[in-house]
């Protein structure tokens, strides 16, 4: 399995938002509901942003949001804000317990 | 609450071996696979290695298979990744991280431990 593709870098301002996008194939992204995004400050433990594409786990700002079209999954921020400032990472299920991420997006708040 | 703190890394030389471990609390161990996934050094995310609850089942990227393995202790809560023949390319923070209860997503992970091969 080859890394789904993301940018490498995102920015905005505070109060905007910002998608990423998550560029993978028929074989992950494509075949399965079963997009992820983590929140990464280096140093830290990665926390999970977005489950099943558009799932927020209990706790995760409503200013995240997720979705699907084809092979391409996304991640919008809206009303960003100084602590969103982090490496985003997508991540699908591959199938018989494997996974393949994203290469990582450096999400820079101006 | 759920924690994952991995133990063990280390500075390897090529063709060596060294293993890491994962202790986990806040949750009933024996009911969740385990997945150890790696980044190296100006790169992504890898996933590396799952182990399903029971330890019965097991699976691995292809650039490991052969080489790594990994287990669990069930009376300790912990998870390990035994690295043998290592390579330079297997040098990467190592991060432990726990599946839910469908294994189709990594919802919790630990802060990682850092593993050189170098000569």
């Known amino acids: 399995q080859s890394a789904l593709t993301q940018p490498a870098s995102v920015s905005g301002s505070p109060g905007q938002s910002i998608t990423i996008s998550c560029t993978g194939t028929?074989?992950?992204?494509?075949?399965?509901?079963?997009v992820a995004w983590y929140q990464h400050h280096v140093g830290k433990a990665p926390k999970l942003m977005i489950s099943?594409?558009?799932r927020r786990p209990s706790g995760v700002s409503i200013r995240f949001s997720g979705s699907k079209s084809g092979n391409t999954a996304s991640l919008t921020i809206s009303g960003l804000q100084a602590e969103d400032e982090a490496y985003y990472y997508c991540?699908?299920?591959?199938?018989?317990?494997?996974?393949?991420f994203g290469g990582g997006t450096k999400l820079t708040v101006l | 609450e759920v924690q994952l703190l991995e133990a063990g890394g280390d500075l390897g030389q090529p063709g060596g071996s060294l293993r890491v471990s994962c202790a986990a609390s806040?949750?009933?161990?024996?009911?969740?696979?385990m997945v150890w996934v790696r980044q190296a050094p100006g790169k992504g995310l890898e996933w590396v290695s799952t182990?399903?609850?029971?330890?019965?089942?097991?699976f691995y990227t292809k650039s490991v298979k052969g080489r790594f393995m990994i287990s669990r202790d069930s009376a300790r809560s912990a998870v390990f990744l035994q690295m043998d023949n290592l390579r330079t390319e297997d040098t990467a923070v190592y991060y432990c991280?726990?599946?839910?209860?469908?294994?189709?997503?990594?919802?919790?992970w630990g802060r990682g431990t850092l593993v050189t091969v170098s000569s």
């Open positions: 991280a726990r599946a839910d209860s469908a294994v189709t997503t990594i919802d919790y």
């Open positions: 991540c699908s299920y591959g199938g018989d317990s494997t996974w393949v």
């Open positions: 182990i399903s609850g029971t330890g019965g089942g097991k």
């Open positions: 099943g594409v558009t």
């Open positions: 028929i074989s992950d992204v494509g075949r399965f509901n079963l």
């Open positions: 806040g949750f009933n161990f024996d009911n969740f696979a």
